[in-house]
Structures are given as structure tokens and as C-alpha cells.
């Protein structure tokens, strides 16, 4: 089993431009899913700012970043990042986020997504938001 924890950033509809700048600083692959790509378009202005997008280079750098809806608060200075933790299982993910709910706020219980056979969201008793997942390929 293994575990990987990546710093996930989140812009009001920079994301992409974020994106594509960490891209041409650190080369690798970059990603990105669109609010229309994966069907989930709460506001038609917000259909092509970024769902889900990520940077991975070949020399460890790793980063992952979307767009906030703007029907949820966002401030730059305040809830600029997550911590994303994603594993291979969903026995390994269940317990983190078992351990990690302890004394948290839920905001997205841990269940299956469109995305990804587990995805959960919470903050946890430190006031770190954490994405949690189980890894597969995007097949959109």
C-alpha cells in the first residue's frame, strides 16, 4: 500500500492559468477537467473554469489546483489550499478518513464519486480541509 499527500490549490477561475505557469516552471503533465467536462455545471459562466487539473513532473513536483464555485466562500488569503491525500484502496483511504474525521467537519462524506470510487471532504480539528481519495484514471 501506499499513500500520497499533495498540496491542492484553489483559485476563484485562475486555475488553469496557475496551472499551465507551474507547468512551463516544472515541466511534466498537466491535466485538466472542466466543471463541463465531468458534467457538473452548477452555473453555466463557470463551465469551462477547472474542476480538477494537475501538474506531475518527473522530478517529484506534483500540485493539483481547481476553481471554487462561486456559490462557496473563497478568500485568497483564508482557503487558498487543500492537503489532497490520495491512496490505492479503498480499505487504506476508509481508515485514514475514519481517523482523520475524528473531532472534523464533514463537508462531503467519504463515497463513491463520479471521479473516483471513494471521495470525501472535510476539515479537520485543526482547521486543515482535507480532500480525500482513492486514485483512477480519468476517463472523461
Do not use: C
Not at 53 to 59: I, L, P, R, W
Not at 91 to 97: G, K, S
Amino acid at each position: 500500500m501506499s499513500v500520497k499527500s499533495v498540496t491542492h490549490l484553489n483559485f476563484r477561475g485562475d486555475a488553469r492559468a496557475a496551472l499551465e505557469f507551474y507547468h512551463s516552471v516544472f515541466g511534466g503533465h498537466l491535466a485538466v477537467v472542466t466543471y463541463k467536462d465531468a458534467g457538473n455545471v452548477q452555473d453555466p459562466a463557470e463551465a469551462d473554469q477547472v474542476m480538477w487539473g494537475q501538474v506531475v513532473a518527473g522530478n517529484g513536483f506534483h500540485v493539483m489546483a481547481y476553481d471554487v464555485p462561486s456559490r462557496q466562500p473563497w478568500d485568497r488569503g483564508e482557503n487558498s489550499f487543500f492537503l489532497s491525500l490520495r491512496g490505492e484502496t479503498t480499505e487504506e483511504i476508509t481508515a485514514y478518513w475514519e481517523k482523520l474525521s475524528d473531532g472534523a467537519v464533514i463537508a462531503q462524506p467519504l463515497e463513491p464519486a463520479q471521479w473516483a470510487p471513494l471521495y470525501g471532504m472535510l476539515t479537520d480539528r485543526f482547521g486543515v480541509v482535507w480532500v480525500v481519495d482513492v486514485a483512477s484514471e480519468y476517463t472523461g
